[in-house]
């Protein structure tokens, strides 16, 4: 069955011939908890992928699950850095090539660095953004690890206290 939205994290999986599926919703999730009930999923298995630009102006990415956040201290001790800043919408779209809310690992322009939190692998199935609105990847973690070989995997997240 031909998928009927392509993007470049669609492509990527595709490129590779690695199993996935695509599911469309009406309308594009606010948090990771309406993604994952739009879904049929736990919070934990949405994946949330995120930009920080660190002190020399690179970029790294972190994936979180949903229900987490980034653990500060932890990425900044396991980078080197003293400080270390959320990357401006711009600069997301401009280095993913996805627009906020809809970033993918997968199908990057150029290569970046990529850490996993570890407890997106306990789960028996992921979900990510697909690189467009009201769209997203499912996948197996066994998937992502194949599809993203230098992936970093550590203890990067902490429960958020607050909605996220």
């Known amino acids: 069955m031909e ?3 392509q993007t470049p994290a669609i492509q990527a999986l595709e490129d590779r ?4 599926r695509v599911v469309q919703h009406d309308h594009h999730p606010k948090s990771a908890a309406e993604a994952a009930a739009l879904r049929g999923q736990k919070p934990e298995q949405v994946v949330r992928s995120l930009l920080f630009r660190l002190e020399d102006g690179t970029f790294v990415m972190v994936l979180i699950p949903g229900g987490y956040r980034a653990h500060w201290p932890t990425l900044r001790r396991y980078l ?3 400080r270390i800043t959320m990357a401006a919408p711009e600069e997301v779209q401009k280095v993913t090539g996805y627009p906020i809310g809809t970033v993918s690992p997968l199908g990057l322009p150029t290569p970046i660095r990529i850490l996993a939190d570890e407890r997106i692998f306990q789960q028996p199935e992921l979900s990510m953004g697909a ?3 009201k ?3 499912i996948l197996t973690p066994e998937t992502l690890r194949q599809a993203l070989p230098q992936m970093e995997i550590g203890n990067f997240a902490t429960p958020a206290t607050q909605k996220d």
């Open 80 to 82: 080197g850095q003293r």
């Open 3 to 5: 998928n009927p939205i």
């Open 131 to 133: 690189g467009v609105f």
């Open 17 to 20: 011939n690695l199993p996935y």
């Open 135 to 137: 769209a997203a990847i």
